[in-house]
């Protein structure tokens, strides 16, 4: 399960020149649900993914204490802010090979409105504070970022090693003995 969460002073989601959902102070909360009947190699997304997703979302602290001014010092909870969740199967995408994304690997029918109702931690939110898209729909979202502050959370913990930087790195040390910076 992927999630890219935005701190927002405002977000909406707009079906068919209507406005179906909006948030003030909060975040607009993007989340791709994986699926495994396409790729077996892959596990579905479970609970514990859920729950993993919505932890972070509720307890990151990107927002700065307003009576210290220190920064990176609250969470949407601590601030009481709103949460826009939006399904987007397109987080799933594989992009790895040719032109075209590749979105297998995407469950195409979980409204995502699902995963964070079911959630333990999620059902402690006041549910006027959660909103969320129209599943299915092609939907219109806008936002303002605030900072702007743009995070991406996997629950399949994973550690990122540039592929092309290492051996990269690796050549040139190899072809002059020291170290000579990409792109130069």
Request: proline letters at 5%.
């Amino acid at each position: 399960m992927r999630a890219v969460i935005q701190r927002v002073s405002s977000a909406s989601v707009i079906v068919d020149s209507n406005v179906v959902s909006s948030i003030s102070n909060g975040l607009m909360c993007l989340i791709g649900i994986g699926d495994e009947s396409i790729q077996p190699e892959h596990p579905d997304d479970t609970a514990k993914d859920s729950e993993y997703i919505v932890n972070k979302i509720l307890n990151l602290k990107v927002f700065d204490d307003p009576e210290t001014g220190a920064m990176w010092k609250k969470s949407v909870k601590d601030i009481e802010g709103e949460i826009l969740c939006v399904s987007q199967f397109t987080l799933m995408a594989k992009t790895i090979k040719g032109a075209k994304p590749d979105f297998h690997k995407a469950m195409a029918n979980y409204p995502v409105h699902s995963m964070p109702r079911c959630s333990n931690q999620w059902a402690r939110i006041r549910p006027s504070r959660i909103k969320d898209g129209q599943f299915g729909a092609m939907m219109s979202v806008s936002l303002t970022n605030e900072g702007p502050v743009t995070l991406t959370i996997d629950s399949r913990k994973f550690e990122y090693t540039p592929v092309a930087e290492t051996s990269a790195k690796k050549k040139s040390i190899e072809a002059n003995g020291t170290e000579t910076p990409i792109g130069n």
